[in-house]
């Protein structure tokens, strides 16, 4: 006797017409009732468990989701693909801007973090309500608590919006036997602007217009902004995948590189 249907049972009135106790068409109905609930709660439990690599599942689909989320190529057996995504899992440190460049420039790479403010920019000016600065047609002037807000950064200026459908049937870039063309169904990429880059060809959500969202992005480049890092070609990949491994995931990445050497574009091309 299933837990939901002992719940059940406790709810009913206590009469002789409602006891459920005997095989009855009433107790059949009840059964059945017991089935959704404990679909949910088996159903709650898998996705508490897919948070862990060694119960995450594979008939769903959740192990494989996990190795996109982390960019992961699989390899070896089901037991070392855990064991591969537990270590990534584990890797601890923190997500401050001091930490996330430290970490990077332990990796090798001459490249600098730089946040979504531009410290030399003119910010707004913030005063309170009622102040002589807080005029009407003062075009920098908000009505506030008196704070300064940072002037942001255009995202716009330093990326190119990702778009789908450059090639057309009939180019000589769509012609047949190019494994990277499909019939209006290209995907252009600025490959400066680093978001779900996770090993499928899906498209990224394009650059937000409207600024209220330019403080979600980060910068990576040269140590004066906005002048490029000078990456090793060969070492591309390997620089995106830690870049989107180590940023909170509610930032959006702009990449400002320059690569120096022969390129493999094999990486980069499953992508689109």
Request: glycine fraction near 6%.
């Amino acid at each position: 006797m299933s837990l939901f249907f002992k719940q059940f049972q406790h709810l009913l009135p206590s009469a002789l017409a409602w006891r459920i106790t005997v095989q009855k068409k009433l107790r059949s109905l009840f059964e059945g009732l017991t089935g959704t609930p404990s679909d949910a709660r088996d159903y709650v439990d898998d996705v508490f468990e897919d948070a862990f690599p060694a119960t995450t599942r594979t008939t769903s689909g959740a192990l494989a989701e996990w190795q996109k989320q982390f960019g992961i190529q699989p390899s070896g057996d089901e037991a070392a693909q855990r064991l591969q995504l537990d270590a990534e899992w584990k890797a601890q440190g923190g997500q401050s801007p001091r930490y996330l460049q430290d970490t990077v420039q332990a990796a090798g790479f001459n490249i600098w973090i730089h946040e979504w403010w531009d410290p030399n920019g003119t910010p707004f000016e913030q005063v309170q309500c009622g102040q002589a600065e807080a005029q009407c047609g003062r075009a920098t002037t908000r009505c506030s608590l008196g704070r300064i807000r940072r002037k942001v950064r255009n995202p716009h200026l330093y990326a190119k919006q990702p778009t789908i459908g450059t090639t057309q049937c009939g180019q000589p870039s769509a012609l047949c036997g190019r494994s990277l063309a499909r019939c209006s169904d290209f995907l252009a990429n600025d490959p400066g602007y680093l978001v779900n880059k996770d090993l499928t060809p899906r498209a990224p959500p394009r650059i937000p217009t409207d600024p209220k969202y330019w403080n979600y992005f980060l910068y990576w480049g040269g140590e004066t902004f906005p002048e490029p890092a000078v990456i090793p070609a060969n070492r591309r990949a390997e620089l995106e995948r830690l870049l989107l491994k180590l940023d909170p995931a509610q930032q959006w990445l702009v990449l400002i590189a320059q690569y120096d050497g022969i390129f493999d574009d094999t990486f980069d091309a499953s992508f689109q």
